[in-house]
Structures are given as structure tokens and as C-alpha cells.
């Protein structure tokens, strides 16, 4: 495996979890409430 490789290998992966970091922030300002409301009755059952 060649170092262009793995460079490219750790860019791909940054970019995924970046794009899944982006993505649950936008569900988490969108559910907005109803998301910690879900969460918290989560815990008593």
C-alpha cells in the first residue's frame, strides 16, 4: 500500500465522519425538542 494510499484512505474517512458529524447536528436543530423528550423517556423504560 503505497503512502498516496493511505493518504487518500484518512482523507476518505475524514470526510465520512465529518459528513456524519454534519448530519446528525442538522436531525438533532431539527427534531429540536422532540428529540430530548424521546431520549429522557428512553431512560424510564
Given amino acids: ?3 498516496l494510499q493511505i493518504f487518500t484512505l484518512l482523507g ?3 470526510m ?3 459528513g ?3 448530519m446528525s ?3 438533532q ?3 429540536g425538542d422532540r428529540l ?3 431520549q429522557s423517556l428512553q431512560k424510564f423504560s
Fill in 12 to 14: 476518505a474517512l475524514g
Fill in 36 to 38: 430530548r423528550i424521546s
Fill in 25 to 27: 447536528s442538522g436531525l
Fill in 20 to 22: 456524519i458529524n454534519l
Fill in 29 to 31: 436543530k431539527a427534531a
Fill in 16 to 18: 465520512f465522519l465529518y
Fill in 1 to 3: 500500500m503505497g503512502i
